[in-house]
Nanobody, 121 residues
Framework: VQLQASGGGSVQAGGSLRLSCVASGRTHSNHVLGWFRQAPGKEREFVGCIRWGGYSTYYSGSVKGRFTISRDNAKNAVYLQMNSLKPEDTAVYYC???????????????WGQGTQVTVSS
């Protein structure tokens, strides 16, 4: 599975961005697509995930209520809609695939290249 993330950019606090992650190769309904982020000097942090074959989602507490993950299986794409952005959301955002519905990045096997999100105050 190859993943291509896009949609990052610079935005002021309170603004919105939508990230996309397009998958190519063999995706399965039992796969989980996760979003992670990593700020300079910090560990990679779980943002949220969605089941490829369903609609259930799971978010970290820091983004719940502000970020929404959705998918379009026809396009093999998963989206991360980010609203009410804060400066602390600044990071490189990655999409990744796992067979586990989990927040542990070690369980994710395939990773995209990352896209930078910068939120200014």
């Amino acid at each position: 599975v190859q993943l291509q993330a896009s949609g990052g950019g610079s935005v002021q606090a309170g603004g919105s961005l939508r990230l996309s992650c397009v998958a190519s190769g063999r995706t399965h309904s039992n796969h989980v697509l996760g979003w992670f982020r990593q700020a300079p000097g910090k560990e990679r942090e779980f943002v949220g995930c969605i089941r490829w074959g369903g609609y259930s989602t799971y978010y970290s507490g820091s983004v719940k209520g502000r970020f929404t993950i959705s998918r379009d299986n026809a396009k093999n794409a998963v989206y991360l809609q980010m609203n009410s952005l804060k400066p602390e959301d600044t990071a490189v955002y990655y999409c990744a695939v796992s067979r586990n519905y989990d927040s542990d990045p070690r369980l994710y096997v395939y990773w995209g290249q990352g896209t930078q999100v910068t939120v200014s105050s």
